[in-house]
């Protein structure tokens, strides 16, 4: 049997620091080729952004095609002095597996790794769509293979995101949907003048702030079905200033909306407008909607991945949408999708790691929706 820790060990000693590569890509080639997978290498470019590789490798011809999509870059390694081990060194200590990326998400590409190469008999075929741009812009990664695969009508059947989706205990939770993310650039322009002499200039600050206090007061909606209310927060205020006596010439903030399925991003940028309109302050808005609310319906996907969970646990995972964006969002647009993983506790943290064990029984899971999703 394979042994995923030890492709975890490998893929964690890769300094895939997004975006660079760091040999992640590499490595996952070498193991995937010597177990008959077909594999392309693929890098985008973009006006502004750096470069990415990426990586889609594919065994058996036919239908259907069940994929593993993960990343192998990971965030930079922060305060190293809070580390007490080699954040690139995959050390294992006291039964944890350390590193950056152990739980976000190289422990869970190891796994997948293992369960495909143990699990040779099925019908249809596997494959990996591996990207290193999942915690930077997102620009030259899953949404540009996307697009690359459809162009060479490569098509896919499910699709499982090796997210950390677990809470308290491995495959504790599926994550079926994801929330859309908004986020709004709020300007409020006045005069700058001495403070002195206010009746010579025009503070933006007052102006701003009753704006934001409405969104902050919006009750945007109670939540759906599969989703929690969809929620606003203010993330930043600033005017710029550098002196004391300074009125300001403008006065920015920053919020992001998390919205469930009961919003577009267009219509909820309707309704917010719509809010602050009402207090008839002038102000300029700008939107970037970075994902879309969106729902896989539970299905013969969900459906497999809670019956492996349940299998090699003994636990029921919960369906559920919370957390953040992932590449989940593109990729609904094209199969249906549900992303189980790791635990995401230590995620982004300082001495991030995961349970070594958590690891070899991931893998088992996926073995087990492998054979009941291609048998």
């Known amino acids: 049997m394979t042994d995923p820790v030890s492709i975890a060990q490998g893929l964690i000693r890769c300094r895939s620091v997004t975006p660079a590569e ?9 193991l995937l080729s010597a177990n008959g997978f077909a594999c392309h290498r693929v890098t985008f470019s973009d006006h502004g952004t750096p470069d990415v590789e990426n990586l889609y490798a594919r065994r058996g011809n036919s239908m259907p095609n069940l994929c ?10 922060g305060d190293a002095g809070a580390w007490t081990a080699d954040p690139f060194g995959g050390e294992i200590r006291d039964g944890k597996l350390y590193g950056r990326g152990a739980c976000d998400m190289k422990g869970a ?37 996307l697009q690359w695969l459809a162009e060479k009508n490569e098509k896919i059947g499910y699709c499982i995101v090796g997210e950390p989706t677990s809470d308290k205990t491995l495959g ?33 600050v007052p102006k701003l702030l009753p704006l934001l206090d409405v969104l902050d007061g919006l009750i945007l909606d109670a939540g759906t079905e599969h ?63 970075s994902g879309e609310s969106f729902l896989t319906p539970a299905g013969k996907l969900s459906d497999a991945l809670s019956a492996a969970v349940e299998k090699i646990t003994g636990r029921k995972p919960v369906l559920g949408t919370g957390g953040g964006t992932s590449d989940a969002r593109f990729i ?38 492998i054979r009941a999703l291609l048998s």
């Not at 903030?253 to 207090?279: I, P």
């Open 227 to 289: 989703f929690q209310p969809s929620n606003l927060e203010i993330v930043d205020i600033d005017t710029g200033n550098k002196a004391e006596n300074v009125i300001p010439a403008a006065a920015r903030a920053v919020f992001n909306v998390r919205f469930n399925d009961l919003y577009s991003g267009a219509a909820l940028e309707k309704k917010l407008r719509a809010a602050m309109n009402a207090l008839d302050i002038p102000y300029e808005l700008n939107v970037r909607v």
């Open 109 to 145: 590409i190891a796994a997948f790794v293992a369960a495909a190469c143990d699990v040779t008999e099925t019908k249809g075929a596997l494959s990996f769509l591996i990207t290193g741009d999942e915690e930077g812009p997102s620009v030259n990664g899953t949404k540009k293979m």
């Open 332 to 369: 609904h647009k094209f199969c249906p999708v549900a992303e189980l993983g790791l635990l995401n506790a230590t995620a982004h943290q300082a001495d991030e790691h995961v349970a070594a064990e958590d690891v070899r029984q991931l893998a088992e899971i996926y073995k087990a929706a």
């Open 68 to 77: 593993f999509a993960g990343h192998t870059d990971v965030v930079p390694v």
């Open 22 to 30: 760091g040999g992640a890509l590499d490595y996952l080639e070498k």
């Open 172 to 204: 504790d939770t599926i994550k079926i949907g994801r929330r859309g993310s908004l986020t709004g650039r709020l300007t409020v322009n006045g005069k700058q003048g001495h403070v002195a002499y206010p009746h010579l200039a025009d503070n933006p």
